[in-house]
């Protein structure tokens, strides 16, 4: 079954600091991968996909197919990423597609 | 820009009572989806529909039922509410075919007394 899992409920780092969330999962077709951001009183948003193979906000995240896993990294963390990170994976069957989240996790980034 | 709208943003109801979200898609989005997040508790997805039209069905019990309008509105409805069903309904819209980008309204956070 498919299945997203992000093993840190909360991670805190100070800025300056490089930062790795972890994300694996569980999927018998091709993955495709997305990490959401929801910013304190803001809407979840999309923040990157493993297909872009982007930059976003110093973030970068490698899809490793023989780890199944899709850690979001980022080198010097700012104050500004302090948020909730969700690990997204896309789920295809019978034609129509959804997102499966993992449970999320918590970053603060202390001064 | 436009973003998806929902509505009430908040709601508290009484337990055996019902309840009516309401999410607008962003303009020429034809796909919604509903999620509930229950505390501390990742999105669980509900259900989708595609051009007015049920898409997907996910852990949506059987008290709720949602549709989509011909305005491509959706409307979440919730019957005999129970205090587990106090959580964070969110509505998210895309385009066809691009389930990974979703664009997410604010949230209906409905409290059951």
């Known amino acids: 079954a498919q299945r997203v899992t992000q093993p840190e409920k909360l991670l805190s780092v100070f800025k300056g600091a490089p930062v790795e969330l972890k994300c694996n999962y569980s999927y018998s077709g091709s993955p495709e991968l997305f990490w959401y951001v929801q910013y304190s009183r803001q809407r979840l948003q999309l923040l990157l996909r493993?297909?872009s193979r982007e930059s976003i906000k110093g973030f970068t995240a490698d899809l490793n197919k023989g780890e199944t896993s899709f850690h979001l990294k980022k080198p010097f963390a700012q104050e500004e990423d302090s948020a909730m990170y969700y690990c997204a994976l896309k789920d295809v069957q019978g034609g129509s597609e959804k997102l499966v989240f993992g449970k999320g996790t918590k970053l603060t980034v202390n001064p | 820009a436009a973003g998806v709208i929902q509505s009430p943003r908040h709601l508290i109801k009484e337990k055996r009572e019902t309840a009516t979200l309401k999410c607008y898609p962003i303009?020429?989005?034809?796909?919604v989806y509903w999620y509930q997040q229950g505390p501390g508790q990742d999105p669980q997805f509900l259900i989708s529909f595609y051009e007015k039209m049920q898409s997907d069905k996910g852990s949506i019990p059987d008290r709720f039922s949602a549709q989509q309008f011909s305005d491509y509105h959706s409307e979440l409805n919730m019957s005999s509410l129970e205090l587990g069903d106090s959580a964070l309904y969110f509505c998210?819209?895309?385009?066809?075919?691009?389930?990974?980008?979703?664009?997410f309204g604010e949230g209906s956070r409905l409290t059951v007394l």
């Open positions: 998210a819209s895309s385009l066809e075919g691009y389930a990974g980008e979703l664009f």
């Open positions: 493993h297909i």
């Open positions: 303009p020429r989005h034809d796909t």
